[in-house]
Structure formats: structure tokens, C-alpha cells
């Protein structure tokens, strides 16, 4: 079975759980995140990394509710992991960014942290909270950091009930292109 079909199945077996304390899957929230990163005319690394940014959930088996029994899974790291056995950094470094991203916006924008979800509040706390002034100073010198900012952006708003998206298969040609790409470099 080649990755893309490993993911697929991995978003058919494990994704239709509920997306920690939202109304809305895992798989969902996935789609919702890529199709929000198509519209805003994303490469196709980056869709791709909008599309499996949450993989590490559905590889770590830790349950839903892992942030309410006070556990942080870390899977940004696991699904980094994962992925950069396929994939190259354009992809891998959102997705191992994208909560760094969370703790940024918490540290640099006025109440940010108030419009997230109540369950990404708990995972904020559980991820370390707001960035202090050294991380900020770090994270802004990060390769990836505007690719980790735009994830982040549509990671909070891809959790709507009910969204009409394209399902997997629509980005299957996205990530045919992206392992391509690393393929050839």
C-alpha cells in the first residue's frame, strides 16, 4: 500500500471519531482545514500539510479525550514524524509547527486566545501556554513560520458542524504532486 492509500485508510479507520471536544471529526476537520488552504490559493505543500496536520492524533491512540485527562500527546511532533518518511519539510514543518503557531498568535495578538474553541484552550494550556518574549523571538526566525501561521489560521476555523467539503480523494492529486516534488529534489 503506498502512503497516500496508508493515509486515506488511517482517515477512514481512526478519523471518524469526534475531533477532541468538537462538533466535528477528525476527518472533517481535516478536509475543512485543506479546503480552507485551496481557497486561499495555498501551494500544494501547503495544502497538504492542512489536509494531515492532525495525523499524530490518529496515530498516537491515546483516545479523544486525552487533553481532558491532562495528557499534551505531542502530536505535532508524532505526525511530523510520520509524515517525513514521505513528505519533504514544505509539509513536515507546518504540521510539527502548527501548534508553536497556536502558542504564538496566543502570545502576539490580542485576544486570540478568547476566540478559540474551549477545547483548544485546554490544549493551549496543556501545550505550554502563550509564548514568553524568547520563544516569540525564536519562532519568528523559524523557516517555516508564516507557511506554521497561515495552518494555524485554518486549523481554528476548520470546525464547522455540517460543512459541505470535497472528500479525500479530491486531494489525492495534491499529495501525488508533493511527494513528486520530493522525489525530485
Not at 501556554?129 to 485554518?154: D, Q, S, Y
Request: aromatic letters at 8%; charged letters at 25%.
Amino acid at each position: 500500500m503506498n502512503c497516500i492509500d496508508r493515509l486515506f485508510t488511517l482517515f477512514r479507520e481512526q478519523g471518524t471519531a469526534a475531533y477532541f471536544g468538537e462538533a466535528v471529526t477528525e476527518t472533517e476537520h481535516a478536509l475543512q482545514c485543506a479546503q480552507l488552504a485551496e481557497q486561499a490559493d495555498a501551494c500544494p505543500e501547503l495544502i497538504a500539510a492542512a489536509l494531515l496536520h492532525d495525523v499524530g492524533h490518529l496515530l498516537h491512540g491515546l483516545g479523544e479525550h486525552v487533553a481532558d485527562r491532562g495528557i499534551d500527546a505531542h502530536h505535532e511532533d508524532a505526525g511530523a514524524t510520520w509524515l517525513a518518511q514521505y513528505f519533504g519539510p514544505g509539509v513536515v514543518e507546518p504540521v510539527r509547527l502548527h501548534v508553536d503557531a497556536k502558542r504564538y498568535l496566543a502570545a502576539v495578538v490580542p485576544g486570540y486566545a478568547d476566540t478559540l474553541s474551549p477545547a483548544s484552550r485546554t490544549s493551549l494550556q496543556l501545550q505550554g501556554g502563550p509564548m514568553t518574549a524568547e520563544e516569540v523571538r525564536r519562532f519568528e526566525g523559524k523557516p517555516h513560520f508564516h507557511a506554521a501561521i497561515a495552518l494555524r489560521r485554518w486549523d481554528d476555523a476548520a470546525k464547522v458542524p455540517g460543512l459541505a467539503v470535497p472528500d479525500l480523494e479530491h486531494y489525492r492529486r495534491v499529495l501525488v504532486a508533493v511527494l513528486l516534488m520530493k522525489e525530485e529534489r
